[in-house]
T-cell receptor, first 113, second 113 residues
Framework: AQSVTQPDIHITVSEGASLELRCNYS??????LFWYVQSPGQGLQLLLKYFSGDTLVQGIKGFEAEFKRSQSSFNLRKPSVHWSDAAEYFCAVGGEYGNKLVFGAGTILRVKS | DTAVSQTPKYLVTQMGNDKSIKCEQNLGHDTMYWYKQDSKKFLKIMFSYNNKELIINETVPNRFSPKSPDKAHLNLHINSLELGDSAVYFC????????????FGPGTRLTVT
């Protein structure tokens, strides 16, 4: 069965600093991996996805993520955080029949000025 | 134009009532989903439909009944509402079954009193 672990419940970074949000997954076959962002009171917006190929994927808003099969990880990074990046970030894995996504518990990002 | 829309955005009702949430997507996708996000922001799939056919039913109580009149619509009807049903319900759609990205609606916040 699929599972996702996001070890950090909260992360606080200064504006302009770099960011890395951790995600570890468990899945028997090649996973499909996603990062979504949820601002307060909003729906989920897809930041980026990994299906196959290049293990470094670029997304919207300057985010990128790297798939590391040996570590079962798909960490999200951004070189310079903006105050508008404050939100909750969800990592998800898919691939089983029916395309259900299994989500991690989320990481709340706070940005201090 | 909104890609995935849900109505209503907010729903407050009393225990024992029956209510429905509607979802429509104009992306031309074949697959639609319902997810539940609880008070701790944990997201879990409930149902998935592919071309009006139910393909995922994640052991949801049978008080919950999804209906897909066509592939652009997936409604959720809930009978005999309970306090524990209070949550945010998200509809999503994807281009096909099998590991493709899902696009989420804005969510419906259901409060049962």
């Amino acid at each position: 069965a699929q599972s996702v672990t996001q070890p950090d419940i909260h992360i606080t970074v200064s504006e302009g600093a770099s960011l890395e949000l951790r995600c570890n997954y468990s899945y028997g076959a090649t996973p499909y991996l996603f990062w979504y962002v949820q601002s307060p009171g909003q729906g989920l917006q897809l930041l980026l996805k990994y299906f196959s190929g290049d293990t470094l994927v670029q997304g919207i808003k300057g985010f990128e993520a790297e798939f590391k099969r040996s570590q079962s990880s798909f960490n999200l990074r951004k070189p310079s955080v903006h105050w508008s990046d404050a939100a909750e970030y969800f990592c998800a894995v898919g691939g089983e029949y029916g395309n259900k996504l299994v989500f991690g518990a989320g990481t709340i990002l706070r940005v201090k000025s | 134009d909104t890609a995935v829309s849900q109505t209503p955005k907010y729903l407050v009702t009393q225990m024992g009532n029956d209510k429905s949430i509607k979802c429509e997507q104009n992306l031309g996708h074949d697959t639609m989903y319902w997810y539940k996000q609880d008070s701790k922001k944990f997201l879990k799939i409930m149902f998935s439909y592919n071309n009006k056919e139910l393909i995922i039913n994640e052991t949801v109580p049978n008080r919950f009944s999804p209906k897909s009149p066509d592939k652009a619509h997936l409604n959720l009807h809930i009978n005999s509402l309970e306090l524990g049903d209070s949550a945010v319900y998200f509809c999503a759609s994807s281009p096909q079954v099998g590991g493709r990205e899902q696009y989420f609606g804005p969510g419906t916040r259901l409060t049962v009193t």
